[in-house]
């Protein structure tokens, strides 16, 4: 059986611009692109330093 590679966000950014140069290609009709995303949301951790926290302003 052959081994899978998760999505990464990298990957998933690419697959998103492909779409976004060819809007009627079957990567973009088909909605693959947002799936990518998807997978590579569920597949990568948060980065604990990256969060938008305005508890700070005054």
Do not use: C, K, L, W
Not at 21 to 46: C, H, K, L
């Amino acid at each position: 059986m052959a081994r899978s590679t998760p999505m990464d966000h990298e990957s998933a950014d690419r697959i998103g611009a492909a779409a976004r140069r060819d809007p009627v290609s079957p990567t973009a009709t088909s909605g693959f692109d947002e799936r990518a995303q998807d997978a590579a949301d569920r597949n990568e951790p948060p980065d604990p330093y990256d969060y938008d926290d305005n508890s700070h302003e005054d």
